[in-house]
């Protein structure tokens, strides 16, 4: 599990090694822009990241799964090896995703030049896209793109179902679930909720309310759940604190 958690403060260090740098020279340049391959590779990062981290909890929740609900065969299931292969299929399963989708993005002509955000995201990039570019195949992609990531979401949801049904009839496992879990559920929901919201305001939100909220909006996702996951985990699980 710690190393599960190391993984995750790593990949948030990752995300935000992709927006800070570039924020930071903004604010000391009077002309804020960046190059296309430039825009491109921090869609990548901030892309790869949110997925991630997704990735990551879903790991987590079933881990805590077999913590909980299989304790007498967690050892022999989650050894060193299993552990290896679910790292690295939360590493590079995003970042194989999304580099097929931003390589998608990369071939289209395009007929704008400004984006209204302070980082770049694919699909502010393909709204720049010309009208007579074919796009059929990016819907496609991000169609599967989603899926992948909702199955993510239904694996965290079946992991829970069965610690909710196997803790109920235990004190010393509905202590571990509070120790462990609730820790875990907080990161989780703290995440998805700016995610979501962030994406829903990408893409239905107005564009009249104040500049310094939109600003906010569009970084909180890569300054609260890197804040708070840290914190949580730190003020619940005894050997971190």
């Given amino acids: ?17 992709g927006f800070y740098p570039k924020f930071l020279l903004d604010l000391l340049s ?3 822009v960046i190059s296309y391959n430039g825009c491109l590779a921090q869609a990548f990062v901030m892309y790869s990241f949110a997925c991630s981290d997704l990735s990551m909890l879903s790991v987590m929740a079933y881990d805590r799964y077999l913590a909980i609900c299989r304790p007498l065969r967690y050892h022999s299931i989650m050894n060193k090896h299993r552990l290896s292969l679910l790292l690295c ?3 590079l399963t995003p970042c194989s995703i999304i580099g097929i989708n931003l ?6 002509m395009l007929c704008g030049n400004k984006i209204q955000r302070l980082f770049c995201v694919n699909w502010v990039i393909v709204l720049l896209a010309c ?3 074919n796009t059929t195949v990016h819907s496609v992609v991000a ?16 992991s829970y179902m069965y610690l909710v049904r196997t803790c109920r009839g235990s004190m010393e496992n509905r202590r571990k679930f509070m120790q462990t879990c609730v820790p875990h559920l907080t990161c989780l929901l703290t995440f998805l909720s700016t ?14 309310i104040a500049q310094a909220l939109q600003n906010f909006i569009t970084i909180q996702f890569l300054v609260i759940p ?11 699980l005894t050997k971190i604190r």
Wanted: net charge positive.
């Fill in 1 to 17: 599990m710690y190393i599960l958690l190391c993984s995750l403060c790593i990949n948030g260090l990752y995300g935000t090694t």
């Fill in 30 to 32: 009077p002309s804020h």
């Fill in 89 to 91: 299929f939360s590493w």
């Fill in 103 to 108: 390589i998608l993005t990369s071939r289209l």
């Fill in 131 to 133: 009208p007579s570019n």
């Fill in 143 to 158: 169609f599967i793109t989603i899926l992948v990531y909702v199955l993510h979401g239904l694996l965290i949801v079946w």
């Fill in 195 to 208: 995610i979501v919201f962030d994406v829903m305001y990408m893409r239905f939100g107005s564009k009249n």
């Fill in 226 to 236: 890197p804040v708070m996951n840290p914190l949580i985990y730190g003020f619940k």
